[in-house]
Every structure is written in C-alpha cells, then in structure tokens.
C-alpha cells in the first residue's frame, strides 16, 4: 500500500536528516520525498510517499511527530488530493525521430524545453501514472538522462495543512 | 540582563536549572568553558573516561529523577559518551549531554579533534544542537533541558563550539517556545471509561508495569489501583521497585528470566493493562503468542510506543501517574478471588530458588545476604548474570532504588552509574552488582570515586566468565565455550582496589561472605568486594529466545559434570592469583 503525508517541518539545516535517518532507522520504506520552503519562510513542507500497510503507517506518522522539528504530520487521501511531479527528460531526437516525439509531448501536455541536433530535453507535469507512462514511450527513442522532482500533493477544497 | 562570555552563559544555565553537579572531563576545545568551571561553584566530577560520565549523569539522574548533566571535549571524548548516551535513550533517562566542538570555522574542515557529533548521536538522543551563536545558548539550554524532562524522558545533546564559548552576550532567559513539542500528560477520560469498564469485566487481570511508573513518580497510584481491584502486579526490569515486591499482589519480574509465576499469568491473563512498558521481545517471548487470551490497555506517555509490538485494544494516550489517578476513581473496588488462588498456587509451585551450598559461594546467595544486610540500599547493575540475580533475589521495593541498564544492556554502567547515584543521594547506601567481566569495563572509575570520596561499594560476582554468554553457550552451542572464560585474565580486584586506594575485601567461602559485606558497609570509603563464586551457576528460570512465555524452563542451575569441567579450566589461573585457598 502506498500512502502520502505532508510534514510541514522547521526550516532550518539538519531537519532533512533528521527525517531521513528516522526512515533509515526504523526500516520504513520511502517511495518519493520532495521539500520546499512554505508561504512562511520559517516551515518547510514535505511530501513523502511510503509504503506500508496501516500500521507502518501509524508509526510513521507517529515516530514523525516525536522529531522536535517536526510541526504537523498529516495523511493525504489518494482520492481527495490532487498529486503532482515534475520530470525533464533528455530524449535522443533527430531528423527522423523529432516530429514523433513532438507529437508524444503534445499529447501528453508536456513542453520541450531544449532542441540540440541530437537531442530534446521534454519538461513533463502530472501524477506518477502519467510520468511513468510518457517515459515509457519515450523510451524507444533512447532516453538519455531522466530527473524527477518527486511527488507533492495538496488536500482538494477547504482543508488546509499549514503550521 | 548582563553580558558574559558564552562560557559563564552555559553556567549560568546550569545554574537556573538547578544543577548542581555534572561529570566530565575537559579538553583543548573546552578550555573556556572548564576555566568558567574553575570560577563558579558548580560541583564538577573529574571522571577518568567519558563513557563514566555519561553513566554518572544516568546513574544521579535515576536515582534522583532530575537531569543528569555530563560533559564532554570534541571528538574522541564526544564519541566515549555515545554509549552512554544511547544507554540513556533507550531507558528514557533525562540528561543532557554538552560536548565542546571545533570553532565554527573550522567545522566540517576535518580539524583536529573534530567528530560530528550531532549527526553521531541522532537516532540516540531525542533531541540534539549544534550552537553557532553565543545569543542562542539560553534558549537551546532551557529547551534541552526541558525536553530531556518532559513527556517520555530522554537524552538531549548541546555542540559547543569554541568560540561560541568565547564570544560576548547579553545574557536573557528566553521562555520555551517550541511549536512542534507537545509532550501527551492528560490521559483521555473516554479512553479510562473504556480501560475501567475493561478491567472491571476482566476476571484475569495482570497489571504491566514498565519504566514509565517510575518517571512519573507513580508508585503510589500502581499500589492504590493494584489493591483495590487485588491484580497481580508484574513489572519489567525497568519497573523493578514501582510494586513492592514483598506484596502478596506482586508476581516479580517477567519475561525472559522473570518468574515462572509472572509468564504464566500473562498467558493466562484476559485483560493485560500495560502501564509505561513497552513490549520489548525479551518481555513479550515469540510475540504472536503473547497472551493470547487478553485484551491488552496499554498506558503510555509516547503515542508512538501504542501499537508498535503489539496489537492494543484500548490505548490510553498519557503520563502514567495522570492516567493511574483517573483510572482509581473509576473502577470499583475488587475482591480476591479465584485468579489470585491460582496464581498463589503457582508462586507456591515455581518460586525463584537456587540449591545453597555450603563450600561454594552461590552467587545468589550473595544477593540474598546484600538485601538482608542492606534493604534499603540503592542497587545498580551491569549486565548480565549479575543483573537477573539482582534483579529476582533483592525484594525491591522503590523503583529509584534499582539503577540497571535495560534497554541497551551496556555492561560496564553499573558502577559509574552508582558513583552517580551516590552524589545524588549520599545518604543512602549504594552498591553496584558487579561481574568480573562488565566491572572491568569502567573500573578506571575507581579513580573518579577514590579522589572525589564516594563512598560506593561495588560486589563483585566473580565466575571467571562472561557468565551469561556462557551459558548461552552451554545451552545452546554444545559448551563450545568461545571466548567467554576469564579465567586467569582478570586481575585480582582486591589489589586492584588498592591499587587506586580503594578498599578490597574477598570471600572465597559462603560462610565470609556476611562479615565482607558488613565490613564493606562499615567503611567509609570505596570497597570492591571480590566473592568468588560457582563457575557453573545459570541463571533460571529462563523463556528461550524465540519461544512463548509458557515455555519457561527451570535450568539446571549447576549441573554436576558441568561445574568440574569449567572448575578445571579455571583452577590454574585461579590459584595463580588467589593462592591454594582460593578453592
């Protein structure tokens, strides 16, 4: 099973080891961490995935709020969330290959960022399903180099995770 | 307001929060801060290895419920107190730990004597800072030591750079503002209607009894509560002492060496209310058989230990003296009945016992005679045989009475952390179960607690062997006795004592072991007492690692051919240090 939480932490260095070394230590086991600073400059929010099923979830969540630095831990249900990575990609590309993948980017919404002769460089947004798909038809033209920022998530409507 | 050097700032600290002692050792890095040391009048310990001072802090700290405080100098005296500092982690024990640190310029630049510590001590601390600015060290001091006290207690470690101790400050008191520390106390009143209603219904009831009893100071409501619905009480090895043991409700200690009587209540048990423990695999045995039949309540001030081993049926989220108190007001008063007959019955059928002997000193007995001679005395431990006989044959009555380490099992803690102890409380006797493996361990402190005058006796349980990875081995690995015969190795600790200007005495028969322990408690000065004990003695019972409490096994304590076979091996290297008499 695989479950999201927002952690929205101190922001300040040494709090992403601290979290890391929590999960390390414990064995618990993370799909995708992503960290940025918040509206407020004094909290970062995190978006981790885990594996796991209720239980490593409950002792994640729980063993996450014993960390000093730590402010909120909360669980993003899948369906009532709106989930989002970013990936670039560096794709092998040229005379004949080019109009095939442009038109794979234009499919899926994505954006060439960069043309060289040899080679494009395709910026892609979305769930992981989608990344994980556009990937996988880019592969036949030879991916070169591949980034992906990890997930971050945000609670559709009203609710709001803050410090 | 009045402004300082960061060094007379740390002091000040201390001072505000009522510190009075702290034990350490200083070095290159610390010079500033040990010459504020000099110019205050702050009681400093000189210890003669960190790891002592760690264990010092612990020990004064168990024994008198405040934050034990010791210090340390970067690098190699930062990484001797990590042993003590996880020991302290893994009992909840609230200290806090300085150690000095390179000057911030040149951290991370590999300087001489420069160990990261803060990143070291991480998953051992439950908090930890490196200071970068004089202005910050009141308010880190404040937090370190009001999260070391609060909530589930623990070790919090302060990085002290150089010149963070060198640089002028106008020293304030800064309140504690801590937006993600919440430490749980006030246990949910829905939570204790369910955990009475359920312990009114249980006709099986076992009461659990872990550390947390101890450090919310809860004896008394264990008693209050145990005697009016009359179930049996049982407590873990850090529990030891928050139930009166010499109480016809108390089944002793559980799990792995506890009571047959103790195990075989939990198995039988329809309703475990676990107070502050925390189901650690040497209480619990194969934990898919634990208890089967109960439903377990489960107290505790850290919500992240509800749930972690075992399945909880009601969880009640609070300090155990918080949760125990509204708990009393709820359940009605509870008559004896057929439970306790039975458990009767068992203490009756499998009480703790050894075979006495009358030309071998059983180290047992010698248990028996410290708390004849010294009831009230506060005993400590190192780990190993010497701790389960400490821990099953004193009558332990005042859980700050037993300093042992549990969690992290370190041998070589029970005598600084005795030192420790005695510096908190001097008025009381304090005497550290020893091994002739674990003493050696920090037996330099002998040094620490001769020139400083603590008056701390140490008893040596002396069997020539790491006795219970011995007997591990004995039972488990066809006596392939790999590495754990002592033998002639170990030093004569009679002369060793002296050697430091401490006293040493020696018992070689059961019948000198008496006049040792007087003479030692007569003194007042240091004494190592050497009691040469049977080689051979198990400690008993015993649940088997990976096997159900049930399936507890009396040992043979001392198997015949057993004990000539290791008396062999010994007797060489025996009557090289202690002459022909020695047996």
Not at chain 2, 357 to 377: H, S, T
Request: glycine residues 8%; charged residues 25%; proline residues 4%.
């Amino acid at each position: 099973m695989k479950h999201t939480i927002a952690v929205i932490v101190e922001n300040k260095s040494g709090v992403l080891t601290r979290i890391a070394g929590l999960f390390s230590r414990r064995s618990f086991n993370i799909d995708s961490l992503s960290v940025g600073a918040t509206d407020n400059p004094d909290y970062a929010r995190m978006t981790i995935t885990v594996q796991g099923d209720r239980d490593v979830l409950e002792q994640v969540i729980k063993q996450l709020s014993k960390l000093i630095n730590v402010i909120r831990v909360s669980e993003l249900d899948a369906s009532e969330s709106v989930v989002r990575e970013l990936a670039v990609i560096k794709v092998s590309a040229d005379k004949e290959s080019r109009s095939e993948i442009m038109q794979i980017v234009n499919i899926f919404r994505a954006k060439i960022i960069d043309v060289s002769h040899r080679s494009m460089i395709i910026e892609v947004t979305g769930d992981e399903n989608k990344i994980d798909a556009m990937i996988q038809l880019l592969r036949q033209f030879g991916i070169k180099e591949l980034a992906r920022t990890g997930m971050v998530s945000m609670v559709r409507g009203a609710r709001v995770i803050k410090a | 307001m009045s402004k300082m050097t960061g060094a007379q700032a740390v002091l000040e600290c201390l001072k505000r929060e009522g510190v009075d002692v702290v034990f350490g050792l200083p070095g290159g890095v610390l010079l500033p801060l040990y010459d504020a040391i000099y110019q205050s009048d702050i009681h400093h310990i000189l210890v003669r290895h960190e790891q002592g001072a760690a264990h010092m802090a612990d020990g004064y700290a168990r024994a008198t419920g405040k934050v034990g405080v010791c210090i340390a100098t970067s690098g190699p005296g930062a990484t001797n107190l990590v042993t003590g500092i996880a020991n302290a982690y893994m009992d909840s024990v609230p200290m806090v730990a300085i150690t000095g640190q390179v000057n911030t310029w040149l951290i991370g630049k590999d300087a001489f004597q420069e160990a990261d510590i803060t990143g070291i001590t991480l998953p051992i601390t439950k908090h930890n800072y490196l200071l970068r600015s004089a202005k910050d060290i009141a308010r880190v001091f404040r937090e370190a030591f009001f999260i070391a006290r609060t909530g589930r207690p623990g070790p919090v470690l302060i990085d002290l750079p150089r010149d963070v101790t060198v640089d002028e400050v106008m020293f304030t008191w800064p309140e504690v503002n801590l937006p993600g520390y919440h430490p749980s106390f006030k246990a949910h009143e829905m939570q204790i209607k369910k955990a009475a209603k359920a312990l009114m219904e249980a006709s099986r009831p076992v009461i659990y009894v872990g550390g947390g009893v101890r450090y919310a100071g809860a004896s008394k409501e264990l008693y209050a509560l145990a005697t009016k619905i009359n179930a049996p009480v049982t407590t873990t090895l850090m529990g030891i002492g928050c139930f009166p043991e010499d109480n016809p409700l108390s089944l002793g200690m559980l799990g792995m060496h506890g009571t047959k009587y103790a195990n075989y209540a939990i198995q039988e048990s329809d309703l475990i209310l676990a107070v502050g423990a925390r189901f650690d695999d040497r209480v619990t045995g194969k934990i898919a058989s634990f208890a089967p039949h109960a439903r377990i309540v489960h107290i505790d001030v850290d919500p992240a230990e509800v749930g972690k081993n075992v399945r909880v049926d009601i969880p009640v989220v609070g300090d155990a003296k918080n949760a125990l108190e509204a708990l009393i007001k709820e359940v009605g008063a509870k008559a004896r009945g057929e439970w306790n007959e039975k458990i009767e019955g068992w203490k009756k059928d499998y009480p703790l016992r050894y075979i006495p002997d009358m030309n071998i000193i059983k180290p047992q007995f010698v248990i028996e005679k410290l708390c004849e001679l010294a009831p009230d005395a506060i005993i400590t431990t190192e780990v190993g045989q010497n701790q389960m006989w400490a821990a099953q044959f004193f009558v332990h009555k005042d859980p700050s009475k037993f300093i042992s380490s549990g969690g992290l099992g370190t041998m070589g803690y029970g005598f600084p952390a005795a030192i420790g102890a005695k510096m908190g409380r001097p008025e009381c006797d304090v005497i550290d179960v020893a091994g002739d493996g674990s003493f050696l361990m920090n037996s330099q402190e002998l040094a620490t607690a001769v020139v400083n005058d603590i008056p701390v006796k140490v008893a040596v349980l002396n069997n020539g062997c790491l006795g219970m990875v011995r007997q591990w081995q004995e039972l488990f690995f066809e006596k392939r006795y790999s590495a754990t015969i002592l033998g002639r190795t170990s030093p004569d600790f009679v002369k060793l004592a002296e050697a430091y200007g401490a006293v040493g005495l020696r018992a070689t028969k059961p019948s000198e072991v008496e006049s040792v322990i007087r003479a030692a408690l007569a003194t007042d000065r240091p004494v190592v007492m050497d009691f040469i004990v049977s080689p051979a003695e198990k400690v008993s019972p015993m649940v088997p690692a990976g096997a159900t409490l049930s399936e507890i096994l009396e040992l043979e304590w001392c198997d015949e051919a057993q004990a000539c076979h290791l008396e062999k091996i010994y007797a060489q290297g025996r009557q090289e240090i202690y002459g022909q008499e020695g047996f």
